[in-house]
């Protein structure tokens, strides 16, 4: 669509230079000299050819309309796109979040060993926006005060309705996604200070936050807060990041003027906040209990058993604890039916993203 001259030249004039700036060192530029600050040259190499830009900093020089209509008129050629298009690129996340009524989530990868890289494997993006996806909704069921007792409770469906997100656009450039919330009349309950999506984002972006630093009290002090579910659905995000070797920025757009922000994560923290809640969860295995029939049992060099659930049909194995075979007067006779109940580990490979899950058997007896 174009616009018209005087709608084009009021939106010219209403660039931030901060998100210019942004945009052009996502795609490549580098800054090569500054001006005060007035302005910036910025170089880029495209086709064997050599691009520079003057970017204006301060909105209120005399020549802001001429300088930044420069920019654009090079920005065109470079990044084969209409002034339009690159205009739209250059909107903060506030005015995105204002023009969608809802919450806006930008995430942008930065490989490590590929900075500008603009492809990404569909099947892993899927990963990381399915495990994000489910990260969201346990942040839903907190927030709305519905908490399952069990890490595996089902989560309401009127909580997964606002905290569904959809894929909004894709950059070009270093490779990322925009996602948006539910809109924002789907949001509000009565009585309900701030939208759901608005506090999910909010934990999101301060997690991410404490994740990024070296010393993680904060950040336990946090996962304690939001409760198990969350903390095992956040390392399986973080293991997803792993896989793709990136660097991780987020850009937070909301409704709210006094809410947003901006979050970056490390590749190198990505790594240790998994190391450490891997350490949490040593320190504080998850108790669960199977009504099931058994299929195995050892006790020749490994006590060990083998159970099938009656509930989600799946089979559940453990060690056997020493003291629970001396302090139980059981007998494990293959298909009786018992009620087991298991210590429960999951631990993630910082180094692949790989889930391996850890069960002792802490006490059995017979279902009546």
Known sequence: MILSTNLFIDNINSIDPSYVYTYLENNGWKEESKLDDIAVILTTNKNNKKYSLLLPLDQEIPDFYSRMYDVLRTLEVVDNKSKEEIIKDFKSPHQVALEQQTEIISLRFQFIYDEYKKQFSAKKMGLVLVSLQNLFDAFGELESGQESESIRGRISPKVLDKTEISVFETFKGSFGVKLA???????????????LAERVSHNFLELINLSNSSDKE?????????????????????????????????????VNPEAGGHAYLTYENTVNTIDFINKMETENPEEITVRGKLLLASKSKRNYLEILSLEDKQIYTGDILDQVLKNTNIELTIDRLYIVTFEEITLINPATGEEKIERKVINIKYMN
Do not use: C, V
Request: charged share 30%; aromatic share 14%; proline share 2%.
């Open 181 to 195: 919330f539910a809109k924002l009349t789907q949001q509000l309950d009565l009585f309900e200070e701030r939208p």
């Open 218 to 254: 904060n950040l336990k002090q946090m996962l304690l807060h939001l409760k198990k579910r969350i903390a095992s659905r956040y390392r399986k995000f973080l293991a997803e990041l792993i896989r793709d070797q990136s660097n991780f920025y987020i850009d937070w757009g909301s």
